[in-house]
């Protein structure tokens, strides 16, 4: 099996996708700096979840591949962000959000979901600012449900300032 960095793999698997009109690493390479100016010391996991946090739910990458190349606890990170099924995207948020909810920061993956989750909403949210105002209400029209079920109190405070200012919840 060859041995490729997390960016490596998911910029592969991701393939041609698009975010927008640029290509999908754009939004990968945003997710993972917001990560890196979050962390003082490189947590491999971490960054390995942010770049990785979309390849279950955008490709045909399955969880054991993952486990095999990057181990448990990124697996399981990824798996927590990941959208569940559903036919609508309402239905998929709210069964997101109902998972996001119940997770705990201490067990294994949970902390690196929550922080990744949170970096990927404010990637996407300042993306839209520039580019998307149709998505930008979409992310506002969302943001309680979302701001309840992913923050804790002091994990990634910087990212929740910023995103209730984007988002218009002023802290709530």
């Known amino acids: 099996m060859e041995e490729l960095s997390a960016r490596e793999f998911a910029i592969r698997a991701h393939g041609d996708q698009r975010y927008g009109d640029r290509p999908?690493?754009?939004?990968?390479?945003?997710?993972?700096?917001?990560?890196?100016?979050?962390?003082?010391?490189?947590?491999?996991?971490?960054?390995?979840?942010?770049?990785?946090?979309?390849?279950?739910?955008?490709?045909?990458?399955?969880?054991?591949?993952?486990?095999?190349?990057?181990?448990?606890?990124?697996?399981?990170?990824?798996?927590?962000?990941?959208?569940?099924?559903?036919?609508?995207?309402?239905?998929?948020?709210?069964?997101?959000?109902?998972?996001?909810?119940?997770?705990?920061?201490?067990?294994?993956?949970?902390?690196?979901?929550?922080?990744?989750?949170?970096a990927d909403r404010l990637a996407n949210a300042r993306a839209s600012q520039e580019n998307s105002p149709r998505k930008l209400r979409l992310y506002r029209s969302e943001h309680s449900e979302f701001r309840a079920a992913v923050f804790r109190v002091g994990l990634c405070d910087r990212v929740w300032a910023e995103l209730d200012v984007i988002l218009g919840d002023g802290g709530a």
């Open 24 to 118: 999908y690493a754009v939004h990968l390479a945003a997710v993972a700096a917001i990560v890196d100016e979050l962390v003082d010391d490189a947590d491999p996991v971490l960054v390995a979840v942010a770049w990785l946090h979309d390849v279950l739910e955008d490709t045909s990458v399955e969880p054991e591949e993952l486990r095999q190349r990057f181990g448990d606890a990124v697996t399981v990170a990824v798996d927590l962000v990941s959208d569940p099924p559903g036919k609508t995207r309402k239905i998929r948020k709210v069964a997101l959000h109902s998972r996001l909810a119940e997770i705990d920061v201490e067990v294994r993956g949970g902390r690196a979901a929550l922080i990744v989750k949170a």
